[in-house]
T-cell receptor, first 109, second 114 residues
Framework: LAKTTQPISMDSYEGQEVNITCSHN???????ITWYQQFPSQGPRFIIQ???TKVTNEVASLFIPADRKSSTLSLPRVSLSDTAVYYC??????????FGTGTKLQVIP | NAGVTQTPKFQVLKTGQSMTLQCAQD?????MYWYRQDPGMGLRLIYY???????DKGEVPNGYNVSRLNKREFSLRLESAAPSQTSVYFC?????????????FGSGTRLTVV
């Protein structure tokens, strides 16, 4: 099972772009990379998913290099409402997956 | 479309009491999961069910049992609650299969054991 490593916390000012990098050196061929956002007292919420190269949706971009051993979640122009914990998850199907402690993003006015 | 529904939302138990946490999904997903999250921690997998009729242990199964009642429902039972089981419990589901589409989580059950 792929283990992920992320920074424990990050601070950013409102309006800035935030990049959170996740390392997953032993990612398997059929694993996808998925990022989740969790607010206090809520379940994690799906943000974005990718397999390789770049994926973009209305809230974020996900950059995955060719070797797939890391990935970077990019949040454009963050606001105070983006303050949350962000989890990187590597999985393919119904594997036994445990979330790490995630990255606590604090957006500062 | 409710997604994943968990009941109850809050519960206080005395040590030694038993209870069952209920989870139901209406997305026709094959796989379902139970996680616990302790304060300031990530989510840890308790049990999961890859498909109807199967269950398997996760990282922290001790003190819990599960039942995959049908494709929609996956319950978690605490037979004899302990203070160490005070936590927030999340149920989740995925479509399963080759095209992994990510988890959908319920809103959680906050359990306190005194």
């Amino acid at each position: 099972l792929a283990k992920t490593t992320q920074p424990i916390s990050m601070d950013s000012y409102e309006g800035q772009e935030v990049n959170i990098t996740c390392s997953h050196n032993n990612i398997a061929t059929n694993d996808y990379i998925t990022w989740y956002q969790q607010f206090p007292s809520q379940g994690p919420r799906f943000i974005i998913q990718g397999y390789k190269t770049k994926v973009t949706n209305e809230v974020a971009s996900l950059f995955i290099p060719a070797d797939r051993k890391s990935s970077t979640l990019s949040l454009p122009r963050v606001s105070l409402s983006d303050t949350a914990v962000y989890y990187c998850l590597v999985s393919g199907g119904y594997q036994k997956v445990t979330f790490g402690t995630g990255t606590k993003l604090q957006v500062i006015p | 479309n409710a997604g994943v529904t968990q009941t109850p939302k809050f519960q206080v138990l005395k040590t030694g009491q038993s209870m069952t946490l209920q989870c139901a999904q209406d997305m026709n997903h094959n796989s379902m999961y139970w996680y616990r999250q302790d304060p300031g921690m990530g989510l840890r997998l308790i049990y999961y069910s890859a498909s109807e009729g199967t269950t398997d242990k996760g990282e922290v199964p001790n003190g819990y049992n599960v039942s995959r009642l049908n494709k929609r429902e996956f319950s978690l039972r605490l037979e004899s609650a302990a203070p160490s089981q005070t936590s927030v419990y999340f149920c989740a589901s995925t479509p399963g299969g080759r095209d992994f589409l990510g988890y959908t989580f319920g809103s959680g059950t906050r359990l306190t054991v005194v």
